[in-house]
């Protein structure tokens, strides 16, 4: 099986699996669900615990406001007293004003925590240093777990604009309209796949720019249409660099050391001469040949 370090970028994104006959439009197509697959997992990790911290998102309307604000403006949210967490909620005041601040007590917020904490671990890039490959059914596994552990703390469901919500109900776009996310997340259409800087066209095969031989790892590059050729790879990596900068350091410790050790200027001092003690002997130390 030929093995992709994908990245974006200089970042590692994941490492995927797949055969050299595979048609590059396929491929790609893989790759982009799999990408916008661990972004959606990111997304909804730091939600949850946000959710578990500070209870279900404010209605569009109350976010940012302060409860004199919201009192002044005669606000109500109707969804905060239908999404109850189950066992009951702990008031837990978000300093952002975009969440109620009922948050579930401390035993349903771990549940969502550490949920949470092993779905972002199961699509880390440390996942691609341990050399674990990730596919579609990791990504469907870690969103299901997600959505089952918020049923679980909040069996009434969520409110319909609450993020968490629309991301499980598919509506992502709208999940991460007008935020940095969505200049991260790609479309099937307008993405390409380059190596070795060249882009890989979609009417071909892989096989076609690496060869036959199956047990290839190349490092590929998912680029937006337009965006031109990603920089290429370093040729030293930045452990690599480190660790010949280390090995500089040492190299040049030692050059010292043995400097000093050579230092032969003890051979002008009064105690080395050879000739000091006969001298000594015949009187005629300390002779000054200058004219006084």
């Given at each position: ?16 699996e ?63 007293d ?9 008031d ?11 948050a ?24 691609a ?14 969103l299901?777990k ?36 969505s200049l991260?997340?790609?479309?099937e ?7 070795a ?16 031989n ?34 500089a ?5 030692e ?11 003890h ?26």
């Amino acid at each position: 099986m030929v093995r992709l370090l994908i990245k974006r970028g200089d970042e590692t994104q994941f490492l995927f699996e797949t055969t050299c006959p595979v048609p590059l439009s396929e491929l790609i197509a893989q790759l982009v669900k799999i990408h916008n697959g661990r972004l959606q997992v990111e997304r909804l990790c730091d939600e949850i615990k946000q959710l578990a911290s500070h209870g279900v998102t404010m209605a569009p309307n109350m976010q940012g406001l302060t409860d004199e604000q919201i009192e002044d403006l005669h606000l109500v949210d109707e969804w905060a007293d239908r999404c109850q967490p189950s066992g009951g909620a702990v008031d837990r005041k978000d300093p952002v004003g975009r969440r109620t601040g009922q948050a579930p007590n401390d035993k349903m917020a771990e549940v969502l925590k550490r949920t949470a904490e092993e779905a972002a671990s199961a699509v880390s890039r440390k996942q691609a240093e341990a050399n674990m490959c990730l596919t579609e059914i990791m990504i469907q596994d870690a969103l299901d777990k997600l959505r089952g552990a918020t049923m679980i703390v909040y069996p009434m469901g969520l409110p319909p604009h609450d993020p968490i919500r629309m991301e499980f109900s598919d509506n992502v776009e709208e999940a991460v309209a007008g935020t940095q996310a969505s200049l991260s997340i790609l479309e099937e259409s307008t993405t390409q796949l380059w190596w070795a800087g060249k882009e890989l066209q979609k009417d071909k095969t892989l096989r076609d720019f690496i060869g036959r031989n199956e047990k290839t790892k190349i490092i590929a590059k998912l680029q937006k249409k337009g965006q031109g050729p990603p920089g290429r790879e370093p040729v030293v990596t930045e452990d690599e660099k480190k660790k010949m900068m280390a090995y500089a350091y040492k190299r040049q410790e030692e050059i010292k050391k043995l400097e000093e050790a050579a230092d032969d200027s003890h051979l002008n001092s009064p105690w080395a001469d050879p000739q000091m003690l006969q001298r000594q002997f015949q009187g005629v130390g300390n002779i000054s040949w200058r004219p006084k």
